[in-house]
């Protein structure tokens, strides 16, 4: 027994292959934890109607740290029919369990870390002088509101007549969507609220201070998205100016940061951004360093200490079943970094870290992702090492 539990909750697909390597990684480690595995996913929403069951969310309360591999969520009809017979005469909704455990528990602070690995065949290059190749080094640290914006959840197809005439009132939705009949509107809210908005600033500001980066980049669109953007790039200049005046604030347009971050992606630091924006941001910044197989994630609510860590992949059901695992952990192995990172493990975290840097610089053992090969079954035979021996060759090292 150790005086630490952590809720494993491996999902759906691929979810359930990178965390059982991840779990290997941290034992070998010398992580002193018990896990205790939640039920979370497809299945259950197939069998009891909730992909997020109770007993889940009350192990979580318990136990405050969880480690979560990832889920699948299919189109609305196709949740419908997969529901058992019995399930189907009760209306019932899908909804993301992976969604709905961030709304639960106010995990408001997402951070995604993107920092180039060297040697990694994946990473950015570009052409610079005399036709010479440049590869930038990206050290990068998203900050994406995680609760509220355009995932909130508000929305409506034919909205409620209350709704309806509410909108009506706002000259814009009357000049603009007046003449189009109520039921064939559709209307999805971004809401940002002051509370929320400040402590992912704050966070964002707080990590550049700690880890010494020079800026924090607003990323939004506040000319065009007037309040709530106008609104968090209003807030982030306060901040700066009262608590953060050493560091500078930087201000972009979402559509104008994913043509520069695949030009001079060295040039950014910090970026905080609502929840969509930082959600297209983080996977434009994962993609100049090795893409899904790289990108991880630690989310959390500052109040309470309740933190999940997971990669920013899905459950990539394609590749789930086959007979020898071939999707990298890397993800999954440094999002359980960042939860040792939480819970005050840093030690260990560098180990691991370490570990796997050494094995990406060396290049023997590459996943099918960084052999730049197509994910197919037989990967193994053509040279690319499996889930399994990547995991293995990171403990090796340690
Ligand atoms: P995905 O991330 O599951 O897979 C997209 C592609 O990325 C894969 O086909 C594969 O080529 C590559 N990939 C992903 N993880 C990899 C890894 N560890 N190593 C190497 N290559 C990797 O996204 P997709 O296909 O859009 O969605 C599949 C399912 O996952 C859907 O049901 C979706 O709703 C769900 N999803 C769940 C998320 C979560 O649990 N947080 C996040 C994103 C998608
Ligand atoms: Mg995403």
Redesign the pocket.
Known sequence: MSNRTIVTMPGDGIGKIVLDEAIRVLNKAGLNADYVVADIGWEFWCTEGNPLPQRTLDLINKHKIGLFGAITSKPKDEAFQELSPELQKKDLVYSSPIVGLRQHFGLDICLRPCKTYTGNPLNFIRRGPNNSIEEPKVDVAIFRQNTEGLYGGVEWSNPPEQVYSALMTHPKFSHNFGDAPKEEVSVSTRIFTKKYTERIIRAAFKHARKYSYKSVTVCEKPNVIRETSGMMYKMAQNIQKADFPGIELWNTNIDAQMMWLTKNPENYGVIVAGNMFG?IV??GFAGLIGGLGFACSAQYNPETGIGVFEP?HGSAPKYADYPVPIVNPIAMVESSCMMLDFIDEQNIATNIRKAVADIVREGKVQTYDMAKMQGRADVIDKGAASTTEMADAIIEKL
């Open positions: 959600d983080s996977d920013t």
